[in-house]
């Protein structure tokens, strides 16, 4: 779901990435270095953006890469859905965000729906675990898996936070441009289903 020359970048940059946290050779860790170098020198080309600050963004990690997680809530109300307005574009998503360290991803999401729309939820199963490489995710620089929880109101209200500017529920038929980048339109069509299906099996992949 993303370009070649992406992918290829991604991959030299885990892997020199790895070779840095375990490498005890010096000729080696010039090597990994090298190759990092060139990960950044790619991303860089195809995007017009300066080294630094693709160095900065790709390439300022340490130890072995592993994908990134990002947790998303499945909040319904009257067979609709709660989306938040992104105050950087004005496109709509689920609430949610990365996982915090010191955070288990329940904790994580109850955080995140509080701070983006204002509600008190609670978790009440995980809806799907899916690979943005396999799905309709604009290029990104990271490799992530999103964790789509479902979750019940138990209090609070529809209150915008620091990176919301409105708070809404929607009808499955009336969605608002979407951020592809956090979440795909088939996914919101899939949480869609699990309301009608409520016994359906986790989706992984």
């Not at 939820?121 to 992530?144: F, W």
Request: charged share 25%.
């Amino acid at each position: 779901m993303e370009y070649k020359w992406l992918e290829w970048a991604k991959r030299i940059q885990a892997l020199s990435q790895a070779g840095l946290a375990f490498s005890k050779d010096v000729y080696d860790i010039e090597r990994y270095e090298e190759l990092r170098k060139i990960s950044v020198e790619i991303m860089a080309d195809h995007t017009d953006t300066e080294m630094e600050k693709v160095y900065d963004l790709f390439a300022n990690e340490t130890g072995y890469q592993t994908p990134k997680l990002d947790v998303r809530g499945a909040v319904f109300q009257n067979n609709q859905i709660l989306l938040v307005q992104e105050n950087h574009d004005g496109t709509w998503s689920l609430p949610g965000g990365f996982c915090d360290i010191g955070l288990s991803p329940s904790e994580n999401i109850i955080k995140e729906i509080k701070e983006e729309a204002g509600y008190d939820i609670i978790t009440k199963k995980l809806l799907a675990v899916c690979d943005t490489h396999k799905h309709e995710h604009p290029p990104q620089p990271y490799h992530y898996y999103k964790l789509f929880i479902q979750c019940d109101i138990v209090g609070g209200s529809a209150t915008s936070g620091v990176e919301t500017d409105d708070v809404r529920f929607f009808s499955e038929d009336q969605l608002p441009p979407l951020s592809t980048n956090r979440n795909t339109e088939a996914q919101i069509h899939m949480l869609f289903d699990y309301l009608a299906n409520p016994n359906k099996a986790t989706y992984f992949d």
